[in-house]
């Protein structure tokens, strides 16, 4: 359904973001979009909604090419909606308002209806007639997704959709949005740091690195073998150890304490980190480098342990 083509693209005056960017998106496929700060990920999601032109390459949404401004007077697409980490909210006129505001008052009983749909699915219904103005960032984000779900878009682009939002929201409603694309055979490209946002929702996973895609698969693959370190930290803490002459990613939880009989790493513990079903051990082993490894108890400073890989 979308089609990226060799895409490449530098703003005035500075070098090259992405180059030769290549991708394809089914019909009511997850894709998510991983990669350090400054790697590109925002400027991607903006080529794909045509906020810019080329340097090279194409864009197809089905048979349609996505253009840049020098092509189009109004940037975007009526199939295509972006959720931006700006909101681009009207703030002086309500919630209900600003999700309803790109809908026809031809069937105001309709539009009345969808409004309230897509309230409940944010959590904001008791807020519809609450001004933008008055609401938190966290609050604002919910009301920009609702907007941009309003008139059913075919695909979704979004940018760190839940980046201002308190854990107590998240969680479920990141579960809500994310089924809500799933049944509606919508289209969704997300650019993220939170790996929650990935694990249990995407079907694919691109890493952006050097300006190009180092890795395109499926999160399950790219969780269970890991292959830089970049991959690595995105899933959680882990650790580079020599096993078998093979220098290997090891995650924390993968390093069990054993007894001496079962010795595979000798290490000292330096601190407990407390992180609710487990603790989180920084130590260091015999060649004075540092590692983590999780356990059930926080263990003193200065202890010795050992340590198996439980893969």
């Not at 090279?56 to 189009?72: A, R, T, Y």
């Not at 839940?162 to 650019?191: G, M, P, W």
């Not at 959680?236 to 993968?254: A, K, P, T, W, Y």
């Amino acid at each position: 359904m979308l089609q990226a083509k060799g895409l490449k693209f530098g703003y005035k005056g500075n070098s090259i973001v992405l180059d030769n960017i290549s991708f394809n998106v089914e019909r009511g496929e997850h894709l998510s979009i991983i990669g350090e700060s400054g790697s590109g990920k925002t400027t991607l999601l903006r080529l794909l909604r045509g906020e810019y032109d080329l340097d090279k390459g194409e864009i197809f949404w089905k048979d349609q090419q996505v253009l840049g401004p020098k092509f189009n007077l109004v940037i975007g697409y009526d199939f295509m909606k972006y959720v931006s980490q700006e909101f681009d909210l009207m703030p002086f006129i309500s919630v209900a308002e600003n999700v309803g505001k790109h809908l026809s008052n031809f069937y105001k009983t309709s539009k009345k209806k969808r409004i309230k749909e897509l309230l409940e699915l944010v959590g904001l219904i008791e807020f519809k007639d609450t001004k933008v103005k008055l609401l938190s960032g966290g609050q604002k984000q919910r009301v920009a997704l609702a907007r941009a779900l309003a008139k059913e878009p075919e695909i979704l682009l979004l940018d760190e959709p839940f980046s201002h939002i308190d854990n107590s929201q998240k969680l479920q409603l990141r579960r809500n949005v994310f089924n809500y694309l799933k049944e509606k055979k919508v289209t969704c490209i997300v650019a993220t740091h939170d790996r929650e946002d990935v694990l249990g929702f995407a079907d694919r996973m691109i890493v952006l690195n050097n300006q190009k895609i180092a890795v395109d698969d499926k999160p399950e693959k790219l969780y269970q073998n890991p292959k830089t370190d970049l991959i690595a930290a995105f899933f959680g803490d882990f650790n580079r150890l020599e096993f078998s002459g093979e220098n290997q990613i090891i995650f924390s939880h993968q390093l069990k304490k054993v007894k001496h009989s079962e010795l595979e790493v000798e290490v000292e513990v330096l601190k407990s980190y407390f992180k609710g079903n487990h603790y989180l051990i920084e130590a260091s082993n015999t060649k004075n480098e540092k590692l983590f490894f999780e356990n059930e108890t926080a263990l003193k400073s200065g202890e010795t342990v050992f340590l198996k890989v439980s893969k």
